[in-house]
C-alpha cells in the first residue's frame, strides 16, 4: 500500500482541524451560527454569530474566541491554519 502524499496528509491534518474548531465553538455556541470554512491559500475562517457578542469591544470578543481555540484540542499547526476569526452579535449584521 503507497504512502499518504504530503498534500493529502496536509488536507486531512486540514479537515481535522476544522473539526476540531467546529466541534469546540458548537460546544460553547450551541445555539448560535457557527461556520468554519475554507479561507484562501488552504487557510480556515472561523464566524460566530451570537447574542454573546452584544456590547464587547473586538478585542473582548477577539480574546474570548482565542481562548476556546487555545483551550481546544487544536495543535499549534491547526492554530496556525487560522487567518480569519469574526466573532459577530447579530445587531453588527444589520
Request: charged content about 30%; cysteine-free.
Amino acid at each position: 500500500m503507497a504512502e499518504p502524499s504530503q498534500a493529502t496528509l496536509a488536507k486531512q491534518s486540514r479537515e481535522q482541524a476544522k473539526r476540531t474548531i467546529a466541534q469546540a465553538f458548537r460546544a460553547e455556541f450551541p445555539t448560535d451560527t457557527v461556520d468554519v470554512s475554507d479561507g484562501y491559500q488552504d487557510n480556515l475562517h472561523v464566524v460566530v454569530v451570537s447574542r454573546r457578542f452584544d456590547g464587547l469591544s473586538e478585542s473582548d470578543k477577539q480574546d474570548l474566541v482565542w481562548q476556546l481555540i487555545d483551550e481546544s484540542d487544536l495543535t499549534e499547526d491547526g492554530k496556525s491554519l487560522i487567518s480569519l476569526v469574526m466573532p459577530l452579535s447579530p445587531s453588527e449584521l444589520k
